[in-house]
């Protein structure tokens, strides 16, 4: 029995090794890191990005790795190998950026839902393939991904390459075969959408900086966005080795003048309703950046409390300054951080600064019948741009494709193009430009359409309120002044990203989402004839079910009513709601004068029996 109870212990302790030798090692395969970069804006606004990122330091090309999961996200893991899936990149936006006035933000996103999704070589029939990955999102996202169908899907050849590293073969990415790009303007984002893409997360909205994630807090912004990139990168710096790369984003802007009575005072308190309390324990390293470069003398504005370090970088704008918390170490020495910026004056609007590059859409025409869609392109630099102009227009928008024109000061500007014409019904326009901007220039590219027709049944609910045509997208390389960009090949943590000194950068930015309208047909009508065939029915219903229900009877005119009967008729007459018909009445009257006499006889018999009884 001694012997039996030595063997169980020593397997338990063998198992339990076993178990820790394989945590240790895991956990050196994965790390995660969560971040939050605030920025002030020279219009009176705060911008709030976070950025979560978990590196597994697996192989994507081997199926079997996404078998044992310790940080990365499983249910997203099942659905990256089922459909061997290269790279995958989804964002869920409401509202608008606003190049112009914020400059660049660190990923930028259209209005509405966006996908776009590298598949691995070995699939074969990608179509097929991105219509089941969408309806299997669409139900993990909670979102309408499954409307990304074959009418809303382009295969972009020039404007969306791979992000991470590419596959073999060398030409992997240069085909256009293995990439879908959709994307649906008209989506709204809500609470349903932000509770799934929580749970993705290793600490899920328990602890660390997702704890300040309430709802009604987020969607009470100028602008929100929800993204998830995944991606395969370099595991060190030789690239020696390879790894995946979750990066979950989460960025808001709101307007601190408005809500701080003209100060642009801001606190984590304020803006998301509480303070933070914790650190998330998964976490490789946990930080807060505050960029002060607008605040070199702390004239301006005072943090609040002092930061754990100050870094700054020197740039061709002069120099890149940031206030770096330790979320662990502040938590640790205060309990509750709430990081904040009381400005010395009133917010005073004045000028802003543009940006090198941005851009300005809109509709053209009138009537319903054709019309056309604009882009103006502004570039405020002193050298030449290349870039490459992306536009999708859905099918019932028509589109010419000898009406294409790139005009520049009244000149033509040469492009090189790559079209695929739409089919009703089935394929939408796809339009890409690769040109030139001229120096400190205004670029307008344009082209016309012709409204179709659709069904009645292809009508949404509200068609009277238009349709929506997909953001256009410029894609180009920028000086690296105070831009962002993702590296291509080493891991996005906000830290790498922030001490990037890499002379260009690679900028995609989105232009607005549009709304035409079509030609409607009065869907009132329908209404209108219900609504005159009942007026007309009830109105005949009572006439003929008068004359199919009454009886018509002829009365004695030389007959005399009773005294009982002129009584009683006289008591109905003077009684609205009791008058009866006309041959009731008729009836009643020759019935009470036939028995007039033998009533009188009763009644007096009556009396006189009470009478004797008393």
């Known amino acids: 029995m001694a012997d039996y109870r030595h063997r169980e212990l020593l397997c338990q302790l063998f198992l339990f090794l076993c178990c820790l030798f394989v945590s240790f090692e895991a956990a050196k395969d994965d790390e995660f890191f969560e971040e939050l970069y605030i920025k002030p804006f020279h219009s009176g606004h705060v911008s709030f990005y976070f950025q979560f990122t978990t590196k597994w330091n697996i192989s994507l090309q081997d199926a079997d790795n996404f078998q044992h999961y310790r940080l990365f996200p499983k249910s997203l893991g099942d659905v990256l190998a089922t459909y061997n899936v290269q790279e995958l990149h989804l964002t869920q936006t409401q509202g608008k950026w606003r190049h112009q006035s914020w400059g660049y933000p660190v990923e930028d996103a259209p209005a509405g839902a966006q996908l776009w999704v590298w598949f691995k070589p070995t699939v074969t029939d990608v179509d097929k393939t991105w219509k089941d990955l969408v309806n299997t999102l669409s139900g993990l996202f909670c979102s309408s991904l499954n409307f990304l169908d074959a009418k809303a899907t382009v295969a972009p050849r020039w404007s969306f390459r791979p992000r991470g590293i590419s596959p073999s073969p060398k030409n992997y990415a240069a085909q256009s075969t293995y990439v879908r790009y959709g994307a649906l303007p008209r989506e709204i984002v809500c609470t349903e959408n932000l509770t799934p893409w929580k749970k993705l997360l290793p600490c899920d909205s328990k602890a660390g900086l997702s704890t300040l994630f309430k709802a009604e807090k987020l969607h009470d912004s100028y602008y929100h966005s929800l993204g998830m990139h995944f991606r395969p990168v370099c595991a060190d710096s030789s690239c020696s080795s390879e790894a995946v790369e979750l990066t979950q984003s989460l960025s808001l802007v709101v307007d601190a003048v408005v809500n701080n009575n003209g100060y642009q005072n801001w606190a984590m308190r304020k803006v998301f309703g509480q303070s933070l309390s914790s650190h998330c324990p998964l976490a490789t390293h946990s930080k807060i950046f505050v960029d002060t470069s607008d605040n070199q003398d702390k004239e301006r504005f005072t943090m609040s409390p002092a930061p754990t370090e100050e870094q700054s970088s020197q740039q061709s704008t002069g120099v890149h300054k940031l206030a770096v918390y330790d979320i662990p170490a502040q938590v640790k020495e205060r309990r509750v951080l709430n990081v904040g910026a009381n400005y010395n004056a009133k917010f005073e609007y004045g000028d802003i600064t543009s940006p090198p590059v941005y851009a300005h859409r809109y509709i053209t025409g009138y ?231 033998g009533t009188g006889e009763n009644s007096i018999g009556d009396g006189d029996l009470r009478q004797r009884k008393q």
């Not at 227009?393 to 040469?414: H, Q």
């Not at 339009?431 to 027709?453: G, H, M, W």
């Not at 004359?547 to 009584?567: C, N, Y």
């Open 367 to 597: 009537g319903l019948e054709k019309g056309g869609v604009s882009c103006l392109i502004y570039n405020t630099l002193n050298t030449p741009m290349p870039i490459y102009y992306m536009d999708t227009l859905p099918w019932f928008t028509r589109a010419f494709f000898r009406s294409v024109n790139i005009d520049n000061k009244g000149r033509e500007v040469p492009y090189k193009v790559h079209y695929v014409p739409g089919r009703d019904r089935e394929r939408s326009y796809h339009l890409e430009l690769s040109f030139t901007l001229a120096p400190r220039s205004v670029t307008k590219v344009s082209l016309q359409f012709e409204r179709a027709f659709l069904k009645w049944t292809e009508y949404p609910p509200d068609a009277n309120h238009g349709f929506y045509i997909n953001s256009a997208v410029i894609s180009l390389l920028l000086p690296a002044d105070r831009t962002f960009a993702v590296p291509v090949h080493n891991t996005s943590t906000l830290q790498q990203i922030l001490s990037d000194e890499t002379s260009t950068k690679f900028i995609r930015l989105y232009t607005e989402s549009l709304l035409v309208s079509l030609p409607t047909p009065d869907f009132s009508m329908p209404y209108n004839v219900i609504c005159l065939a009942c007026t007309v029915v009830a109105i005949a219903f009572g006439s003929i079910h008068n004359l199919t229900t009454r009886r018509f009877i002829l009365l004695d005119p030389s007959k005399k009513k009773g005294l009982v009967a002129k009584i009683k008729g006289f008591l109905q007459r003077s009684k609205p709601e009791g008058r009866k018909e006309e041959s009731k009445g008729d009836a009643d009257d020759k019935a009470e004068t036939e028995s007039e006499s």
